[in-house]
């Protein structure tokens, strides 16, 4: 790894960290040599894998639909840390069904954690960084191209990639970076249990959460410093 992939004293803050992708980005930027924070809304959870990434990181109780909550966090690290070089919007929720039995509930959840917190994490960042950070959001292959039975998720993730390519004009001449990352199926928890046939992506099978945070990492620290408004696919082929 080169000195411009490492990430050494940047503090980090990386939003539905407490596993899955999450815990996988956060410990990927940690061993890059960040400071990472750890986000969630389950306290516990997040205190656990802060614990196993090693003595610089740190957790926060983060539910990223709260706007006040989102700006007492980010003080929190800036007072803490002096700094705060990189954020990666990362929580996000699932649901499935036909669009006539989606439920007012379901489609206000998916809507305010995917994309509503994506775009109150952009603004806490833009206020705190200054003059030079990076903001990776994630997105999904289903921001690329229709989902079926997943219209509302569908919509929140074509939403992030907007959210980016707007931040990362109006930022630029900040030195702010921001960067969308669109995986495939990860194997995670959140992927579906029966879906075990994966003969529809070309590599024929999920991608392991490592392999994805690894382009997180990547689009964070200064080998990606020209990068800037861009989506990334990580889909085994699918977009192909």
């Given at each position: 790894m080169s000195t411009r992939d490492r990430l050494d004293d940047r503090v980090a803050l990386v939003t539905g960290a407490a596993r899955g992708l999450g815990?996988?980005?956060?410990a990927e930027l940690a061993a890059r040599g960040a400071r990472v924070v750890v986000a969630d809304s389950d306290t516990d959870a997040a205190a656990e894998t802060a614990a196993t990434l090693g003595g610089a990181a740190t957790y926060r109780c983060l539910d990223v639909r709260d706007s006040g909550r989102w700006r007492a966090v980010v003080d929190e690290i800036v007072a803490?840390?002096?700094?705060?070089?990189?954020?990666?919007n990362n929580a996000g929720v699932y649901r499935k069904g036909p669009i006539d039995e989606w439920s007012d509930e379901d489609v206000a959840l998916v809507l305010d954690v995917n994309l509503l917190g994506t775009i109150l994490g952009v603004r806490e960042a833009a206020r705190a960084m200054g003059d030079g950070?990076?903001?990776?959001?994630?997105s999904s292959t289903a921001g690329l191209a229709g989902h079926r039975d997943a219209l509302p998720y569908s919509a929140t993730k074509f939403g992030v990639r907007g959210v980016t390519r707007s931040?990362?004009?109006?930022?630029?001449?900040?030195?702010?970076?921001?960067?969308?990352?669109c995986p495939g199926?990860?194997?995670?928890?959140?992927?579906?249990?029966?879906?075990?046939?994966?003969?529809?992506?070309?590599?024929?099978?999920?991608?392991?959460?490592?392999?994805?945070?690894?382009?997180?990492?990547?689009?964070?620290?200064?080998?990606?410093?020209?990068?800037t408004g861009g989506d990334y696919a990580v889909d085994g082929g699918l977009s192909a």
């Open positions: 815990a996988a980005v956060a803490d840390e002096g700094r705060f070089d990189v954020l990666v950070g990076s903001v990776v959001n994630i931040a990362a004009l109006e930022l630029a001449g900040r030195g702010i970076r921001v960067n969308c990352v199926p990860i194997d995670t928890p959140m992927i579906d249990a029966d879906r075990l046939d994966w003969s529809h992506l070309p590599l024929n099978r999920a991608a392991d959460p490592a392999e994805v945070a690894a382009l997180v990492a990547f689009l964070a620290s200064d080998a990606a410093g020209y990068c």
